[in-house]
T-cell receptor
Framework: SQTIHQWPATLVQPVGSPLSLECTVE??????LYWYRQAAGRGLQLLFY??????ISSEVPQNLSASRPQDRQFILSSKKLLLSDSGFYLC???????????FGSGTRLTVV | QKEVEQNSGPLSVPEGAIASLNCTYS??????FFWYRQYSGKSPELIMF????GDKEDGRFTAQLNKASQYVSLLIRDSQPSDSATYLC???????????FGTGTRLKVLA
């Protein structure tokens, strides 16, 4: 069966520090991969999605970037965090049949 | 700007009652619709998806879709306190792999 791993679970980082969040999927190949952010009391905002290795689409211009170095690995990065980057970051995957995303357990990021 | 609208709630229902959650969407070309449940502090989990007009039942849950009215709903029968959560409606953008999420409706089931 397919599983999705996301880490770390919580993170407190100072303003201006770098960020790297990792997500891996097991038990499937060529998944669609997504990064979403959920700010406190707000909806899910799509940040990036990828339909294949090296193929990244950005939805929101900001100081974040994403990479997909391997088929089942998706990384979210920042060179310098802003206070506004705080939120709940969720990785998700879906197969090509698009029968719903499966989310990872999320990373709660607090920028101080 | 394609949108998905939900009443934020909270929607309070007594234990054993039917909870009705509603969602409207703006992209007339959307073909796939999803309901997620999110407990506080947790990630969303998929509970239903529906593609065709009409009703789709799965246990205590029924999803209803009316593409002409651009309206999708979720009914929860025999509501339990464990159903207390935020319910997110998601719509797949036409011709894309991307889902647009509503802001969610918070449901409180009172024991």
């Amino acid at each position: 069966s397919q599983t999705i791993h996301q880490w770390p679970a919580t993170l407190v980082q100072p303003v201006g520090s770098p960020l790297s969040l990792e997500c891996t999927v097991e038990g499937t190949s060529n998944p669609n991969l997504y990064w979403y952010r959920q700010a406190a009391g707000r909806g899910l905002q799509l940040l990036f999605y990828s339909v294949g290795i090296g193929q990244i689409s950005s939805e929101v211009p900001q100081n974040l970037s994403a990479s997909r170095p391997q088929d089942r690995q998706f990384i979210l990065s920042s060179k310098k965090l802003l206070l506004s980057d705080s939120g709940f970051y969720l990785c998700a995957w879906s197969d090509q049949g698009a029968r719903g995303y499966t989310f990872g357990s999320g990373t709660r990021l607090t920028v101080v | 700007q394609k949108e998905v609208e939900q009443n934020s709630g909270p929607l309070s229902v007594p234990e054993g009652a039917i909870a009705s959650l509603n969602c409207t969407y703006s992209d007339r070309g959307s073909q796939s619709f999803f309901w997620y449940r999110q407990y506080s502090g947790k990630s969303p989990e998929l509970i239903m998806f529906i593609y065709s007009n009409g009703d789709k039942e799965d246990g205590r849950f029924t999803a209803q879709l009316n593409k002409a009215s651009q309206y999708v709903s979720l009914l929860i029968r025999d509501s339990q306190p464990s159903d207390s959560a935020t319910y997110l409606c998601a719509v797949e953008g036409s011709g894309t792999y991307k889902y647009i999420f509503g802001t969610g409706t918070r449901l409180k089931v009172l024991a």
